[in-house]
């Protein structure tokens, strides 16, 4: 249970569309069988938007001259598990709680562009129908907000 005083790292994910309503999700490296959206840190004076599109393109090798904003969400929180906590604690120096994440909706203007990944955060991805994300593919403490994001989003 997060307390007001709690930190939570500021986040942005960036969901890909295609005219076709699929959409690009990403197997982390690790842990291997881990699927999810592009997502990252926000910066400091960096709004939402402007860190979805870089870490967007971090992960993806998409630009954003490749795709146009049409929705948003957010924020969402979800809270890290005790063991999570100290790994970013060690990692980032800063005893996070969790995540507050902003979603950002794209459509992609060319339905054959295909995303590079370097293997450094995602190692395989596919295009696939919202209604088929298998949340069983998320660790247990983000599948609330991902279920938030597909309602919100998707209506399911």
Request: aromatic residues 14%.
């Given at each position: 249970m997060s307390h007001p005083t709690d930190l939570y790292r500021p986040n942005a994910a960036i969901i890909y569309q295609r005219s076709d309503g699929t959409v690009l999700v990403c197997e982390r490296v690790k842990p291997a069988g881990a699927w999810q959206f592009p997502?990252?840190?926000?910066k400091k004076g960096e709004a939402p938007v402007e860190?979805?599109?870089?870490?967007g393109m971090e992960e993806t090798g998409f630009r954003p001259?490749?795709?146009?904003v049409i929705a948003e969400h957010g924020p969402y929180r979800y809270?890290?598990?005790p063991k999570e906590r100290e790994r970013v604690l060690r990692k980032r120096g800063i005893p996070y709680a969790g995540q507050e994440q902003h979603y950002f909706l794209c459509r992609m203007?060319?339905?054959?562009?295909?995303?590079w990944l370097d293997n450094r955060e995602f190692c395989a991805y596919?295009?696939?129908?919202?209604?088929d994300f298998d949340l069983d593919k998320l660790p247990n403490f983000k599948r609330?907000?991902?279920q938030a994001v597909l309602r919100d989003?998707?209506?399911l």
């Amino acid at each position: 249970m997060s307390h007001p005083t709690d930190l939570y790292r500021p986040n942005a994910a960036i969901i890909y569309q295609r005219s076709d309503g699929t959409v690009l999700v990403c197997e982390r490296v690790k842990p291997a069988g881990a699927w999810q959206f592009p997502q990252g840190g926000i910066k400091k004076g960096e709004a939402p938007v402007e860190a979805a599109c870089r870490e967007g393109m971090e992960e993806t090798g998409f630009r954003p001259n490749e795709y146009d904003v049409i929705a948003e969400h957010g924020p969402y929180r979800y809270d890290y598990p005790p063991k999570e906590r100290e790994r970013v604690l060690r990692k980032r120096g800063i005893p996070y709680a969790g995540q507050e994440q902003h979603y950002f909706l794209c459509r992609m203007l060319n339905d054959q562009a295909e995303p590079w990944l370097d293997n450094r955060e995602f190692c395989a991805y596919r295009w696939i129908q919202p209604a088929d994300f298998d949340l069983d593919k998320l660790p247990n403490f983000k599948r609330g907000v991902y279920q938030a994001v597909l309602r919100d989003f998707f209506g399911l």
